[in-house]
C-alpha cells in the first residue's frame, strides 16, 4: 500500500514509488511537482509568495518560489531522480478574494504562478500540466507511481492533469 505523505504551507517533500505526496488548501499558493517517470522519484512544494527578496521573513525557504524549487530540485536529484527525464505540474494561484482597486501586489495567486514557470523554465524543466488561477482553493497530489498529479476542488470536483 502506498506511502501517504503530507506537504504543509511553506513546506516541501520528496519520495519514490508507491508514495503518494498531498497538499491541502491551496489558494493563493502554488503547489508544484517535480517527477522523475523512469527513476518514479518526485517531490511536491507548497509555495505561499513568488520572491523571498520581498519579504522581512524569509527563514523558510520553502515559502518562496525563487528559494524552493531549487531546494526541491536539489532534494529529488539527491533521492535518485534524473534531471533530464524531470517534468513539472503545478496548481493553485487562485486570487481568493475580490478587491475593488486591485494593485499588482494583491495579485499573489498570478505571481506565484509566474514566478514558478519563469524558474522551471530558467531551469530547462519543461511544464507539462497546470491547474492554476480562477478563485477557487485546491487540494493536489501527485502519485509516485505514474506521475499521475490531481487536483481536487469543491467547485469543479476532482481531475488529473
Known sequence: MAELIKVGMAD???????????SYGLGSCIGVSLYDPVSKVGGLLHIMLPDSTQSRSSENPAKFADTGVPLLLKDVLALGANRSKLVAKMAGGAQMFAFAKATDIMRVGARNAEAV???????????????????????????????VYTVKTMVKGEKEI
Open 117 to 147: 514557470k519563469a524558474l522551471l523554465k530558467d531551469m530547462k524543466i519543461p511544464v507539462i500540466a497546470e491547474d492554476t488561477g480562477e478563485n477557487y482553493g485546491r487540494t493536489v497530489q501527485i502519485n509516485l507511481e505514474n506521475g
Open 12 to 22: 516541501y517533500k520528496v519520495g519514490r514509488a508507491p508514495s503518494i505526496i498531498i
